[in-house]
């Protein structure tokens, strides 16, 4: 809801294994992953993506994990960068700015 208000185009994916298969049928610009997910989890399903691309889509990993080793686990799985839930709605923003590039415009 956040960021269809705002204009973005969103797809969802039930667990990772319906992720996957939405890359492969459509690669987005961005990936925003749920590390906590049933069938396959975020790490898995990062990893499955990162296998599958030529080039490297920018996926921000979401959880509510507060240990550095679920960071660390994130980026080894190949994750671009690591969002704590619950997070500011600016915080998503800016890290959609940086890999996009894009630029807002407030009103």
Do not use: W
């Amino acid at each position: 809801m956040m960021l269809t208000s705002v204009g973005f185009e969103v797809e969802t994916a039930q667990d990772g294994n319906e992720a996957i298969e939405k890359f492969k049928t459509d690669p987005p610009d961005m990936i925003l992953m749920d590390i906590r997910m049933p069938v396959m989890d975020g790490y898995d399903a990062i990893r499955g993506i990162r296998s599958l691309e030529e080039n490297k889509t920018p996926i921000i990993a979401i959880t509510a994990g507060v240990f550095q080793e679920d960071r660390q686990k994130a980026q080894n799985a190949g994750a671009d960068e690591y969002l704590l839930k619950p997070f500011l709605e600016h915080e998503l923003f800016e890290c959609i700015e940086s890999f996009l590039g894009i630029q807002y415009i407030y009103k």
